[in-house]
């Protein structure tokens, strides 16, 4: 392999921080490669993110006005790998980054590694790194077999880095194809926030907690003062507390933030394994000898109801005195 | 173990069915060594009718591409109206097996669905997005993959439990799905290379917090000493 594809995931226009990081990862990889780097971005808006991309150090920036969904997009990323030869295309970790990224690799029979947090590049040749089992084991995986290959990589762990790109805008052909999938409708629920999946910093919830409210008030004004997200344990969103999109564990989302708080959170394995990767932990919680206090970095035994406000309101002041 | 992500996509079979009453029917398809069939069975159990176990050599070891192209063969066998899939495995983790079985299938797909109704040869579901929801649909044959918010996945009754000993789980091997291609470990396009261990988080500092106000202090300490503040 010796280009490389970034997909960019985009929402009327404003690219998802995962996706630039895949750019600015793409140029890394293609210059190890000795070859392109390439992006792709389709559907509504793309236009509008092309000219966000152009701050980024691409050579190409290839556009599709298709709006077909997941369908538009991987017709577009198969095009232009088409064009380039030989590439790995990258795709964010996301939902959307998934669906285009594994459609991908099944229609071009080739490899695909998911949640990579590091590349070994040896020749023409791209390895993936990725923690698996929760983190217990850190795998690597050769693609190999085919011209092409696929890596989802895990947001937050590449940097996303603008320079004064000139990358050239290239528009992709329609297709007139149909799309196989109609989209009836796009609902908000929720104002839209930084995921966990992609913030710096988690602030999250747990049994601890006792109910929904400390999710849209304490947790969240700490979050807030980081710039970061809300997220919550099996237990709270098991109790119905805060919604399924915040769960980090087993059977949540597993990120790597550079600092997780975890208040009113035991620590039990399956939270353990989607967040054991965070740079920084901190624990606050009423018992010093929870489960948690063997990997945090610091716990605070304490009331969390009466810490949480506290430290936000001393965050904030740093943050103001630094401003 | 029965993936839990599964149980949500067999549930969601169950009640679909449940809910036609048209004699539609429920079948298990699993790529698993032999010894996975008392996990098929578990299946069998919560209701469905019958089941397909895929187990060779030649298909052990597979990567996520040597997986689809094998399960997409057994399915395409099935000749089935609706493929239903959970989101993801909890030992792998990736969740691009449903999109990938879509495209070899040559279904439309429909991932991350939390409702799933089917009507008028469409399926219908409320696809789960970062800030909420959106609607999409497709014609049928399609792949629709389920999370976790989708049900709650029934425990198998003793009724169930006795009635699975007597229903059918067809054993296949490589050469009943005409595979053409080598899959497995020899023919993965993402190869194991290395595996290694991660170094232990050890234990950190544990400050005793009577008083909150000191307690904040020092968390702030702490942010400032690792340069968060």
Redesign the interface.
Known sequence: MQNVIAFIEHKHGTIRRSSLEAATQARTLADQLGGKAHAVVAGPGAAQAAETLKKYPLDQIHVSDEDRFIDGAVDAVESVAKAAGPSLVLVGNTMIGRDVGSRFAARADCGINADVVDFKTDGGEVSCVMPKLGGLVITTCKLTGSDYGVAAIRPNVFTAKETSGAAEIVQIASSGKASTVTVEDEIEEAAAELGVEEASVVVSGGRGMGGPEPFTTILKDLAEAFGGAVGASRAAVDAGWVSHGHQVGQTGKTISPQLYIAVGISGAIQHKVGMRTSETIIAINKDANAPIAEFADLLVAGDAFAIVPELTKLVRDAKAAHA | MLN??DEYAIEAALQLKEKLNDGSTVTIVSMTPASGKEIVRKALAMGADDAVMLSDDAVAGS???GT?VALAATIKAQSPDLVITGTQS???????????????LG??????ARTLEVADGRV?VQR????????????LPAVVSV???ANEPRYPSLKGIMGAKKKEIKQLAAADIGLT?AVGTG????????????PA?????????????E??????Q???E?K??
């Open positions: 839990p992500f990567d996520l591409w689809a909890t030992d792998a983790i990736s969740g691009d097996l449903p999109g990938m079985l879509a495209e070899k279904f439309p797909g429909l991932t991350y219908r789960e997005t970062e800030t909420g929801y959106m609607t999409i649909s497709a014609a999370t976790k918010s291609v023919g993965a396009k993402a190869q194991l290379t290395d595996l290694a261990t991660p988080r050890s234990k950190g500092q544990v400050v005793q917090a009577p008083d909150p106000a307690g904040a202090k020092a968390i702030v702490f942010l400032k690792r968060f503040l």
